[in-house]
């Protein structure tokens, strides 16, 4: 495997304020303890996983390889379930991103990977924030245009007047589960709902608001440790989002399965489907009880390393994947 420069990134779960992010509002987001690993190489012709890679289908690769004037060979492995929420689309692009990068024979710099993750996502998406972009390359926690974290301050980006302020966040110890629920529902559909829905509604723009504001109050729940709190805050969350029209009866049914067993539970990145996450210090029972509803269960620890190079690019089942899993990107 000589030749091969490897990189991986974390995904990453919303605990509070997709959707109202894109409209510049606050969000937290936590890096998860998944990743997707890629290993790249010059090569006679661009392959995935060792088939020709068709660009028009895969956005991501065709964005960040907008530069180069050789061809590349890909290698790929996921951790992160796709179509669910968790990241992997950004996660795809900040592993690309940063194991080009170190092909180029260039340092690491962390708001470089940002910019070009993020802009491989809007390659694929069209639209969205660039929250999980900053998740996955920087990863423990983030926090999006929080007031009074500007000590902490990452980066700042803008677009279409929308303009986002990011920032470090500490991360306490603290356990969560995730559910998936098996159903793919891309982001895009689900935030150009949103978007019509605040468009022709005042009610609407004071959901998307309220969000704003729980999110506010549930970060200052994460910052004293207050899990009880924050897990309030997060189930008040999912309920304004249920109200926006993007949780569906597959994510309720999980949530309320585990709402009894967690401090707080809701619906993580776009909605209409993929997972939802519960905060509690009963993992296997909040696990067991979304299994027996038809979910599939993760215990996941947040905070998570951000990308990082792998100096060494491990053997066997690491890269002995049959194609590539199609990521999608997710708000």
Known sequence: MTGWHTASAPGKFVILGEHSVVYGKPAVVLAADRRITCGVRRGKRNLLNGEPIEFSRQPHFRYLTRNLRHAVEFVTRS????????????????????????????????????????????????????????????????????????????????????????????????????????????????????????????????????????????????????????????????????????????LNKLVNAALPYSYGAKLTGSGGGGCMVALTDEPEKVASVITARGGVAYVMGAGSQGARIERSVPDGPVFDIPGFVRPEAER
């Not at 980066?155 to 470090?168: E, H, L, T």
């Not at 935030?191 to 468009?199: E, L, N, Q, Y």
Request: hydrophobic share 40%.
């Open 79 to 250: 951790d992160i379930p796709t179509g669910a929420g968790l990241g992997s689309s950004a996660a795809l692009a900040a592993s690309i991103a940063l194991a080009l990068e170190d092909m180029a024979g260039n340092d690491p710099d962390e708001r470089k990977l940002v910019d070009e993750a993020y802009g491989a996502e809007l390659a694929a998406q069209g639209n969205g924030s660039p929250m999980d972009a900053s998740a996955c390359v920087h990863g423990g926690g983030i926090g999006v245009n929080i007031p009074g974290t500007e000590k902490r301050g990452l980066w700042r980006i803008s677009r279409n007047g929308r303009v986002w302020n990011v920032s470090d966040v500490d991360v306490p110890s603290m356990t969560f589960v995730v559910g998936n629920t098996g159903v793919k529902a891309p982001t895009g559909p689900q935030v150009d709902k949103v978007r019509r829905f605040v468009g022709r509604s005042n009610f609407a723009s004071e959901m998307i608001e309220e969000i704003g504001n729980v999110t506010l109050s549930g970060y200052d729940a994460l910052q004293r440790g207050d899990v009880e709190a924050l897990g309030r805050m997060m189930t008040t969350d999912h309920k304004l989002l249920s109200i926006l029209g993007v949780s569906c009866k597959e």
